[in-house]
Every structure is written in structure tokens, then in C-alpha cells.
């Protein structure tokens, strides 16, 4: 008996190891997605990923064998019959390896369940395309499959060949090497003579078989350049997205005749066995050679000296088909267009008629409010506002815009002492509450004036279960309903509010085999170990929203902005979802730093998340082939738009990614006069706002307005225009999202001969009037900053009005406060404490610079007030220092001081107020 090695027991434990591995994925993947009730959508995909292994498999296997069977009968024929002795192979090893290739393909094949899905269930656009005239829907679900398909055959047939060539070459040296007769001529290179001799030397089954394989070779490659034929749509040279006359005239027949002259050589190669010419063959290889070499030059060649010289008589029609397409695939075909008359003044009855525009107009910079947010609102440093978003509310009184942050969970701001397994998984596990301030009001100290604040939180808005497990900051699995409580919130007078789960969100650890499991899954055997983990215990992972959402419908792109909404008595994450495609004919293709290489973008999904149990829901709001498509693919993933709650409809907002990259591409797309657009003669630019000191490309925002012609008030996302290359505005372009209007773009257009003020020009504007200039670089020195926020445009009726705030903050210890609102209307800028007075300074002609009437209204502080307000806070940030690190009796130390300070502080004041008041 052979002595056992260990290499066999590392062997067995790694088989068993990367067996186990695969199997356990597909087991917890199929325990989350039940979780998330779309178990079908696991399914669904496990199932085809399965099933299209087997035609893959199949496919392969019948051909190699059939092949390989075929040379091997053949060589064992041609040495019998040749009397040439030889040893068999043990041609099992043969059909092991053939079983090993087959399973390859499957694999390939499998790969590929979208495709194969896409094309099984395509939807028509209804649209044909005006060169070879197929519906849009061929070139997106059709086409690549039969580029999939193709590609895969190809392979396959190379593969045999090398393995039956290899065979051949390897068993027949007796047959196909001749001894070579010294009394020959030493050198003879008739190439007719060396080829005849050749290929008489080889046997009639190997030449029968390769000549067939080289024609399969050969007619899959026929079938390549058939299908380039289609490819010449989306094409991206020249003055033309998509086919253009080099395309259409030059480069189609190209493809054509390589289409003719493949097809006609797989033929020759099949003739050959009876012909055993190898000329004819040749010829057709030589001549597929040829044209191809001539399609990579003679195109551009065509192009610069037949073209170029008449380019846009070649090219108008081409270029007509290039507009109206890539304005259809990015849903702007039916951007309605309005001329508008500028009125460059405002007056007392525009601030009275549209007061409740005014009462929304936003004055906080989302860059400056999160810092202020942070600082205010934070807490405890295991809490965090990933991002400050903005929404509207309606209410009895009004409708009111919002600013709004989540507050959400970081266990990196835990102290280092309790970074343990039990506190970041089991204890610290989710966020508490959101925070809320309308857009245009501040206190009198520069601050947001809160709507909903503090934890538990509190203020006009009602949030009856504010704990978020889901959002857009937690990476890391949790493990909740243990028998450790979870940390809910501290209390106001000391000490912490504990917790334990009681929603729906995670898989249950209901049995040893699921501990065991995740225990693999995530590396940690505390699974099974830790006493605190029961049967009703939850493991939450893919917590992150973006990543929840990527997970169950992987196929979609996801807006790069999700947005919480207060639905239900809980927080609700609202994500849009888009469609994409790169194959829409005559589409120009979009380059950006989200989604890039792409010529179709559509936005008909809005996907919703509840933050404390992990619930998603899938709502298609517009009918579109793409998403009709999966919606036949995966039937229980989408909801339809009238199965969305009502609360959730009133949020619904235009998507800020979708429309900038619309933007993008209407700053040359608006002109829909070939000739126009050839000339670019009404190109525009993005323009662009200061921050911090630096110009930053202008983004698009959100406001509540009236629209020209309109009498109610709706939210819109605004971009404003300039002409290429000049500072003026020529446009802004409104995205409406209320219904029943929802999705609709109105583009407000200047009268070209008039001047309208662009943004850049009011910013030069600001910077040049000396007395807000001078008060800005006042402010800029002794340790403070000076930020300028988002100048906005807003219309109102036919009138322009410009706004920017100006916030100022501490080098150190960072919050920002909002001193002043700059406002404009083009024609004169006034800056004031609050906007409302900035704007009766407009509207009373008040001449440039700083408003006159606002101040001397301002507090006088004395510099008495000033130190002593210094000394409270330096008192209050040691009393602080001293509660982080446990010195209870130095922090009541300095807490006594600071409150003696702020004693002779409003004894200070009062004396000041009773001296301005003569009482």
C-alpha cells in the first residue's frame, strides 16, 4: 500500500474549500434576496444563468466530439491503410478534455444571461432608423446578441481547428514527412509545384475536414462583416453622430463586399476538396486583405478630399438625423420653447404678487449647511450628515421648500476604547432623526433656523420611528434583536436610551447552518461563539442604499443623489433609477464622470427605501421599451406608478443627474436647423458661480416658482445658459416635477438683441462694487473666511432676480454664518442682512453697495460685549475638553465661569439697549 501524503489532504481541503465557497454565495444571496421579498429576481437570474450553461455546454461538446472523433478515426484509417505501425492514445484523456472545453463555453455562454434575456424578450421603440431602416429595439436588444452569438461560435471553430490541426501534425509525420532524395535539385521554389505536392501528400480526410472548418472559420467571419454593416450607425467621426455620407457611400459597401467575398471563400474551401486548387482560395483570402486594409484608410481618405470640401451639402441630411435622434434617446425632443421678453426691473407690486415665491427662494448654500449642520447638530461624534439634500412640503398654510439632512451612524468617531466587535456590530447600530431648515430664513445669529431638530427629534414635522438602519454612510454588516440592547440615543441629562429591533430587515439567524454560514461569509466566528446571538437575532449587510439597490437590479443606473423623505412616520430614501444604452442609432454619446460611453439615458424608474427595515420598492413612472423589457424578464420587481402612496407622489422630483447630462448635450441640441448646427452659430455654455475663491461650473438647482404664463406655483430644476464664449444669459431651461406636468422641459429664451445679465457677469459685478468688496475683504481678515454661495437666477413673471449669500466662518472650529444676501436684477446690486430687504432696495432704486436703511438697524455690539462673549465661549470649549476626558469636577468648574461670564454679558447688553432706547 502507498503511504499517504499530505499534499492529497491540502488537495481534498482546497476542492472542498472552492466547492463550498460558490455554494454558500448562492445560499445567503438566496436568503437576502427572500429577505427583500424578490426571490424571484434571485431566481430568475440563477435560473438562467444555469440554464444557458447547458445549450452552451452542449453546443460545444457535440461539435469538439464530432471533430475530434472524426480526426481520430481518420488518423488511425489513413496509418493502417498505410501500414505504418503505431501506438494507440488513450483517447479518454481526449473526452475529458473535451467535457473541460464544453463546460468553458457554457461558462461563456452563461455569461451572457442578459443578452440572451434582452433579446428573448425585446420590446420595439416604435422607432426605424433611417438608413437600414430596423427599429431601434433591433440594435439594442437584437444586435448584440448576435454579436454574442457569433463571437462564441468563432471561437469554438478556432479551438477545434488547432486541436484537430495538433492531432493531425502529431500522429501523420510518417505520411506527411517524406525522406528527401539527395539527387534532387537542392533548391526548387515553383510555389505551384511545392503546394500541388503538398497537398497531394495530404490524405483526402484531413484535407476534407480542415478545408471544412476553415469554411465554418470563414463564413463566421462573412457574418462579422454583415454585422459591421450595422455598426456604421454609431459611429462617432466628423461633424455627424452616426452614419454620415463616408458612412453611408464608402464604408457600408466596404462591408458589404468583405460580407460577399468571405462568404464566397468559406465556398471555395469547400470546393477545394474536390478541386484541390489552392489559387482560388488565396485569391479570396488576398482580397478580404485588401479591402480590409482599404476600409481603415481609404474612409478617411474619402472623407478629406470628396467630403470635407462640401461638407455640409453632404452632410445636411445626415445631420438632420443626428439631431432628432440623440434629442429622442435623451428626452429632449419635446422641450417646449418660449420667447421671453426681459423685465430688468422689480418693483414693490413683483415683491408683493409673488411673495410666496420670495418666501422660497434659498439663501443657504448646501456646502456651508452641512458644515453648520455638523457642528450644530452632529450630537455625539458617532453621528454624521452625509449630505444635505433638498425637498419640498406641502402643508395647510403653504408650500414650503427644504433643506434636510440624515443624521446617520459612523462608528469610526467611537472612541478607541470601545472599538470592539460587540460595540461596532451588535450596539452602535444605526443613525437617529434627520434635520430640516426652510431655504430662505436664518436667526438673527447667522444660523439655520431648524424645523426639525435635536434627538429625539422635535420640531413642525412628526417622525414617529426616526432610527435609520439604511442609508448612504453604513458599510458594515450589523447583527440586531440580540441579547445585547443597541444604543438608541443619548439622553439630554446623561446617560443612554437603549433599544432592540423589532422590523423586518435582515436574514434571520434561525438555525446553526445560517450561523455557520455568515460566519464564513464574513470572516468572523463570533458567529457561532458569541452567547448574544439568538434565534430571533437579524445579520443586516448591504445596508448602503446605493448598494441595496445594485444588488437586486443590477441592470439599471442609479442617480448619484438619493434623497430622504418623511413618509409613513419614517424616513424614506427616494433613488432614481435610469436606462441606458450605447447602441441607439445616430445618438451623439455622452462622456462623463457618471455615466460614460453612453448614447440612450431615460429616467422611468424611481426606486424607494425604507431606512429602518430595508424594503424596496420599484416604481415605473414612464413607459419605456428598455424597462418594459426587464419588467417581461423579471415581472415581480416593478410596481406601477398608481400603486405609489400618495405622500410619496408629492416628492417626486426631477433627477439633478439625469437633467445635467440633458444639459450637456442641449448646449449644441437646441439648434435643430442642420445648417445652425453644422456652424454651431448659437452654441451655449454651462456658466459659472465663485466659491471659496475659485469659479465652479454652475449646477442646476431646485426652486419653487411661478413659470412665465402660469398662475401656480410648482418646484422646478433650473439651468441657466450663456452664448458660447460670452458672459450674458441667452436661456434658462426649467425641468418641471409636479404632476401633472411632471418630466416636461420649458426652455425660456432671451430676445437676441437684448442684453440680460449673465451670472458671471453679476458675480464681476459684486466683485467690482467698492463698498461690498471692501466689507467682503473686511470680514476675509482675523481668522475668518468669507464664502460666497450659490448665486441663484430666479424668474419672476418675466423678471430676473439674482441672489447669492455670504456666510462667514472661523479658520478653526469651522461654522459658518450667513451675514448677508446679495441680490441683483441686473441692473443695480444691493447687499443686505436679509433678503427681503436687499430686494426693497431694488425695488426703491436704492443706488449700489451696501442697503442703507438696513444698517442702522443693526445691533451695536460694544467690544466690552464682544470680549466678554470671547471669554464664554473659551470657557465653554475647556468645559468640554474636560467632559471628554471624565474631569467632572473641572467641567462644573468652567461651567460656573462661563455662566458668571454670560451674567456681566447681558448686564452688558441691557446697558447698551437702555442707552440706544434713552430709557
Request: net charge negative; no cysteine; proline share 5%.
Amino acid at each position: 500500500m502507498q503511504s499517504f501524503k499530505p499534499i492529497y489532504l491540502f488537495i481534498a481541503l482546497l476542492a472542498i474549500i472552492l466547492g463550498i465557497g460558490p455554494l454558500l454565495g448562492i445560499y445567503m444571496d438566496y436568503l437576502w434576496f427572500g429577505m427583500v421579498d424578490y426571490t424571484s429576481v434571485f431566481t430568475t437570474i440563477l435560473q438562467w444563468k444555469i440554464v444557458t450553461v447547458i445549450p452552451g455546454f452542449i453546443l460545444a461538446f457535440i461539435f469538439l466530439y464530432i471533430n475530434i472523433k472524426f480526426a481520430r478515426n481518420s488518423i488511425d484509417k489513413i496509418l493502417t491503410d498505410k501500414q505504418i505501425a503505431y501506438e494507440k492514445i488513450d483517447y479518454r484523456l481526449f473526452l475529458i478534455g473535451t467535457v473541460f472545453l464544453s463546460f468553458l463555453f457554457g461558462l461563456v455562454f452563461s455569461g451572457n444571461w442578459r443578452t440572451i434575456l434582452l433579446y428573448l424578450n425585446s420590446t420595439p421603440f416604435g422607432i426605424q432608423d433611417p438608413i437600414l431602416l430596423n427599429d431601434v429595439g433591433f440594435y439594442i436588444f437584437q444586435l448584440p446578441f448576435f454579436h454574442m452569438l457569433r463571437g462564441v461560435l468563432l471561437g469554438l471553430v478556432i479551438i477545434t481547428l488547432i486541436i484537430a490541426g495538433a492531432l493531425y501534425v502529431y500522429r501523420l509525420q510518417p505520411v506527411l514527412l517524406t525522406q528527401r532524395d539527395d539527387t534532387e535539385e537542392p533548391y526548387d521554389i515553383n510555389p505551384e509545384i511545392n503546394i500541388k505536392n503538398i497537398m497531394d501528400k495530404v490524405p483526402k480526410r484531413v484535407l476534407v475536414h480542415v478545408s471544412v472548418l476553415l469554411a465554418f472559420i470563414f463564413a463566421l467571419i462573412a457574418v462579422g462583416f454583415f454585422l459591421n454593416r450595422y455598426e456604421i450607425l454609431f459611429t462617432q467621426q466628423g461633424a455627424v453622430a452616426g452614419a454620415g455620407y463616408t458612412d453611408v457611400f464608402v464604408r457600408l459597401p466596404i462591408f458589404t463586399i468583405l460580407t460577399v467575398l468571405s462568404a464566397l471563400t468559406a465556398v471555395a474551401l469547400l470546393a477545394n476538396i474536390k478541386l484541390k486548387n489552392i489559387k482560388v482560395p488565396l485569391i479570396g483570402i488576398g482580397l478580404i486583405v485588401l479591402f480590409v486594409l482599404a476600409s481603415a484608410f481609404v474612409p478617411s481618405v474619402y472623407q478629406q478630399y470628396a467630403v470635407e470640401p462640401t461638407e455640409l451639402q453632404r452632410e445636411e441630411p445626415f445631420l438632420e438625423h443626428s439631431i432628432n435622434f440623440t434629442r429622442e434617446a435623451y428626452g429632449l425632443s419635446d422641450a417646449d420653447v418660449n420667447q421671453l421678453d426681459v423685465d430688468t426691473n422689480i418693483t414693490n407690486r413683483d415683491i408683493e404678487e409673488n411673495e410666496d415665491i420670495i418666501s422660497n427662494i434659498r439663501i443657504w448654500d448646501h456646502r456651508a449647511l452641512r458644515q453648520s449642520y455638523r457642528q450644530l447638530q452632529q450630537i455625539r461624534t458617532y453621528y454624521t450628515f452625509n449630505d444635505v439634500d433638498i425637498d419640498r412640503y406641502r402643508t395647510d398654510e403653504n408650500y414650503q421648500q427644504y433643506m434636510l439632512a440624515v443624521r446617520e451612524l459612523d462608528i469610526d468617531g467611537l472612541p478607541p476604547q470601545a472599538r470592539n466587535w460587540v460595540n461596532e456590530r451588535l450596539i452602535y447600530t444605526h443613525g437617529f432623526g434627520m434635520v430640516m431648515n426652510p431655504v430662505s430664513t436664518k436667526t438673527a445669529d447667522g444660523q439655520p433656523e431648524l424645523a426639525l431638530q435635536d434627538i429625539p427629534p422635535r420640531g413642525d414635522f412628526e417622525i414617529e420611528n426616526p432610527r435609520v438602519y439604511y442609508g448612504e454612510s453604513t458599510n458594515e454588516y450589523k447583527i440586531v434583536n440580540t441579547l445585547r440592547q443597541e444604543f438608541d440615543y443619548p439622553r439630554s441629562e446623561g446617560g443612554n436610551v437603549l433599544t432592540n429591533y423589532d422590523g423586518k430587515g435582515g436574514v434571520q439567524m434561525d438555525s446553526f447552518f445560517k450561523r455557520l454560514a455568515y460566519a464564513f461569509r464574513f470572516g468572523e466566528p463570533k458567529f457561532i461563539l458569541s452567547e448574544y446571538i439568538t434565534d430571533d437575532s437579524r445579520v443586516m449587510y448591504h445596508q448602503h442604499i446605493e448598494e441595496r439597490t445594485d444588488k437586486i437590479a443590477p441592470f439599471l443606473e442609479y442617480d448619484s443623489d438619493p434623497y430622504p423623505v418623511i413618509h409613513d412616520g419614517r424616513i424614506h430614501w427616494i433613488i432614481d433609477a435610469y436606462t441606458t444604452a450605447s447602441r441607439y442609432p445616430y445618438s451623439d454619446t455622452y462622456y462623463g464622470s457618471e455615466m460614460s460611453g453612453i448614447n440612450y439615458l431615460q429616467n422611468p424608474v424611481k426606486v424607494v427605501i425604507d431606512s429602518y427595515d430595508g424594503s424596496v420598492d420599484y416604481y415605473i413612472i414612464e413607459e419605456e421599451p428598455v424597462v418594459e423589457t426587464y419588467s417581461k424578464i423579471f415581472p415581480d420587481l416593478f410596481k406601477s406608478y398608481e400603486q405609489m402612496p400618495e405622500n410619496l407622489k408629492q416628492h417626486i422630483r426631477y433627477p439633478v443627474d439625469y437633467f445635467e447630462v440633458q444639459m450637456e448635450l442641449y448646449r449644441n441640441y437646441h439648434m435643430t436647423d442642420p445648417v445652425t448646427f453644422y456652424n454651431r452659430e448659437d452654441s451655449w455654455d454651462i456658466p459659472e458661480e465663485q466659491y471659496r475663491g475659485t469659479s465652479t461650473k454652475m449646477e442646476p438647482y431646485y426652486m419653487i416658482t411661478r413659470l412665465p404664463g402660469s398662475d401656480e406655483l410648482e418646484y422646478i430644476l433650473l439651468q441657466p445658459f450663456t452664448p458660447r464664449e460670452r458672459q450674458n444669459m441667452i436661456s434658462w431651461i426649467a425641468a418641471r416635477s409636479d404632476e401633472p406636468h411632471y418630466g416636461e422641459i420649458k426652455d425660456y429664451r432671451m430676445q437676441k438683441g437684448e442684453l440680460v445679465y449673465g451670472p458671471t457677469q453679476i458675480e464681476a459685478r459684486i466683485d467690482q462694487n467698492p463698498e461690498i468688496s471692501e466689507q467682503l475683504t473686511l470680514w476675509g481678515q482675523s481668522g475668518s473666511n468669507v464664502i460666497r454661495g450659490n448665486l441663484l437666477v430666479v424668474p419672476i413673471g418675466n423678471s430676473i432676480l439674482y441672489t447669492e449669500p455670504i456666510f462667514i466662518s472661523a479658520e478653526e472650529s469651522e461654522i459658518p454664518e450667513l451675514r448677508r444676501v446679495v441680490a441683483s436684477s441686473g441692473n443695480r446690486v444691493v447687499m443686505s442682512v436679509e433678503l427681503r430687504q436687499a430686494l426693497e432696495g431694488l425695488a426703491e432704486g436704492r443706488v449700489d453697495g451696501i442697503d442703507p436703511g438696513t444698517i442702522p438697524g443693526e445691533p451695536v455690539v460694544p467690544r466690552t460685549a464682544q470680549q466678554l462673549a470671547q471669554q464664554a465661549l473659551e470657557h465653554y470649549e475647556t468645559a468640554q475638553e474636560h467632559l471628554r476626558a471624565g474631569n467632572w469636577s473641572a467641567y462644573g468648574e468652567e461651567i460656573e465661569q462661563m455662566r458668571d461670564v454670560l451674567n456681566q454679558l447681558s448686564q452688558e447688553l441691557e446697558d447698551v439697549n437702555t442707552t440706544e432706547t434713552g430709557q
